[in-house]
Nanobody, 119 residues
Framework: QVQLQESGPGLVKPSQTLSLTCTVS??????????WSWIRQPPGKGLEWIGY???????YYSPSLKSRTSISRDTSKNQFTLQLWSVTPEDTAVYYC???????????WGQGTQVTVSS
């Protein structure tokens, strides 16, 4: 059973960098053909895909967020990390990490973590 757990600060000031880590257990982030995603849901809105780190280390980002997003990983800890810089209150959301398969199905999710951007 794969489990994902997000961690990071719940409050970030405008213009600063949001940094969240997803710790994965029950499966390796280097296992072939899986993609490790970050997804968010702003209050009152739908889910927004941010980007992913593939099993082989490739990354792909949403075009709307690409200019200020980075996803990295630590294979020794089986973790992957989201950084979103120059945040504004519009980045306030519940942030999820999830596993995506080749069929583009997110089959495992973290519980989500609330991040509020406010001074």
């Amino acid at each position: 059973q794969v489990q994902l757990q997000e961690s990071g600060p719940g409050l970030v000031k405008p213009s600063q960098t949001l940094s969240l880590t997803c710790t994965v257990s029950g499966g390796s982030i280097t296992t072939n053909w899986y993609f490790w995603s970050w997804i968010r849901q702003p209050p009152g809105k739908g889910l927004e895909w941010i980007g992913y780190m593939a099993f082989d280390g490739r990354t792909y980002y949403s075009p709307s967020l690409k200019s200020r997003t980075s996803i990295s990983r630590d294979t020794s800890k089986n973790q992957f990390t989201l950084q979103l810089w120059s945040v504004t209150p519009e980045d306030t959301a519940v942030y999820y990490c999830a596993r995506e398969d080749l069929g583009h199905v997110n089959d495992y999710w973290g519980q989500g973590t609330q991040v509020t951007v406010s001074s």
